[in-house]
Nanobody, 117 residues
Framework: QVQLVESGGGLVQAGGSLRLSCAAS????????WGWYRQAPGKPRELLAY????????HYVDSVKGRFTISRDNAKNTVYLQMNSLKPEDTAVYYC??????????WGQGTQVTVSS
């Protein structure tokens, strides 16, 4: 089992920054990659970025490329999402994900990010 706890969400003005954290505990050795997703009201959950457990590969969707950065601190078992130049359309609940194919992924409880215009 792996437990994920997100933190760092909040209210920020457009153009501002936030850093989300995802603290992992449990059998993290089984995790293949770590990701950040978000879900806005009335919309499906979408992948934003992921990083492999080795940290050698990252991927970003176009909507956040150049603004968001995913990173991982193995010593702290924590994954981060640095979000800069935030826009009102970034408002959503942000979720941490731990992928372990072929088994179901683990999810955190989510943290709310609200960007005011």
């Amino acid at each position: 089992q792996v437990q994920l706890v997100e933190s760092g969400g909040g209210l920020v003005q457009a153009g501002g920054s936030l850093r989300l954290s995802c603290a992992a505990s449990g059998s993290t050795f089984s995790i293949n990659a770590w990701g950040w997703y978000r879900q806005a009201p009335g919309k499906p959950r979408e992948l934003l970025a992921y990083i492999t457990s080795s940290g050698t590969t990252t991927h970003y969707v176009d909507s956040v490329k150049g603004r968001f950065t995913i990173s991982r601190d193995n010593a702290k078992n924590t994954v981060y999402l640095q979000m800069n130049s935030l826009k009102p359309e970034d408002t959503a609940v942000y979720y941490c994900n731990a992928d372990r194919p072929p088994f179901p992924a683990y999810w955190g409880q989510g943290t709310q990010v609200t960007v005011s215009s």
